[in-house]
Nanobody, 120 residues
């Protein structure tokens, strides 16, 4: 089991930046990937970004490319989401997820979420 705890959310204005963190309760093995998802009010949860734990390969949703960056700190078992040039449409609850690469289920563990609100 892995517990994931997100932090760093808040209320900001359009154009501002936020850095989200997701700390895992134990060591993240090299076979894992970590990711960020978000859910806006009345909408389904959507993928934002992911990173492989071993190589650090990243992939971001088109809607956030050029503005968001995902990174990790292997020693601290923590993944980050740097969000720049925030827009009101980035508002939502941001969730951290972890899963084993190659599993039939891509994401096995989820955090509780952290609220991000971007005002115009």
């Amino acid at each position: 089991q892995v517990q994931l705890v997100e932090s760093g959310g808040g209320l900001v204005q359009a154009g501002d930046s936020l850095r989200l963190s997701c700390a895992a309760s134990r060591r993240i093995y090299s076979t894992y990937r970590m990711g960020w998802f978000r859910q806006a009010p009345g909408k389904e949860r959507e993928f934002v970004a992911r990173i492989t734990w071993s190589a650090g390969s990243t992939y971001l949703a088109e809607s956030v490319k050029g503005r968001f960056t995902i990174s990790r700190d292997n020693a601290k078992n923590t993944v980050f989401l740097q969000m720049n040039s925030l827009k009101p449409e980035d508002t939502g609850v941001y969730y951290c997820a972890a899963g084993v690469v190659g599993n039939s289920s891509p994401w096995d563990y989820w955090g509780q979420g952290t609220q991000v609100t971007v005002s115009s």
